[in-house]
């Protein structure tokens, strides 16, 4: 079966300065990729996801991620954030053939004024 | 725009009663889905729906939880008896069949066993 590693449990970042959260996964076959944010007591918002074509992709919110097959990585991007984007993190994994879809422990993003 | 509902949002419980969870899933959604989430990490799938069927419910602690989607629309998950342990946030999410990859979360559940 697939797996998720979030590589940070904890991002602390200033105010519009860029941020990277990184997500690494196993699997034998060809994957669908997500991140979504969680605000504190509520589910989850779909930020982004990643199934075929372009290994950009962009998302809401000005964050985008890069899915790297070679590394197998989906790393999640923003070039500026805000106060408003501290949040929990989760990046996802899927099997198109069953829908199986694996979550992450999280990354925690603090931005701090 | 359509959202996932839950009720109720807390629910503060005794070891060893009942507790039940209500989720009503966007309108024409077939698929849904049962998570629990421990704090600190992320959502693991107790139970999936294919209208009224049970696709996959190999992670459901059977012995004391039980899931229903009778008429293949609104869904509830039950614990009997609950223990400390099962305290965490449930999570419903419903996805459509022409993008069954998509999948729309509630606000959830947040279960707390005393």
């Known amino acids: 079966a697939q797996s998720v590693t979030q590589l940070d449990s904890q991002v602390p970042v200033f105010e519009e300065a860029p941020v990277e959260l990184r997500c690494n996964y196993s699997?034998?076959?060809?994957?669908?990729l997500f991140w979504y944010v969680q605000y504190p007591n509520q589910g989850l918002q779909l930020l982004l996801k990643?199934?075929?074509?372009?290994?950009l992709v962009k998302g809401i919110n000005g964050f985008e991620a890069e899915f790297n097959k070679s590394q197998t990585s989906f790393h999640l991007r923003k070039p500026s954030v805000h106060i408003s984007d501290t949040a929990e993190y989760f990046c996802a994994v899927s099997q198109p053939v069953n829908n199986d879809m694996r979550f992450g422990a999280g990354t925690r993003l603090t931005v701090k004024p | 725009e359509a959202e996932v509902a839950q009720s109720p949002r807390y629910k503060i419980t005794e070891k060893s009663q009942a507790v039940a969870f209500w989720c009503d899933p966007i309108s024409g959604h077939a698929t849904l889905y049962w998570y629990r989430q421990i704090l600190g990490q992320g959502p693991e799938l107790l139970v999936q729906f294919q209208d009224e069927s049970v696709v996959d419910d190999s992670q459901l602690p059977k012995d004391r939880f039980s899931a229903e989607r009778l008429k293949g629309v609104d869904s509830t998950l039950k614990i009997q008896p609950a223990e400390l342990g099962d305290s965490a946030m449930y999570l419903c999410?419903?996805?459509?069949?022409?993008?069954?990859?998509?999948?729309?979360f509630g606000p959830g559940t947040r279960l707390t066993v005393t």
């Open positions: 990643y199934l075929s074509g372009s290994t």
């Open positions: 699997s034998s076959v060809s994957v669908y």
């Open positions: 999410a419903s996805s459509s069949t022409s993008a069954v990859y998509e999948q729309y």
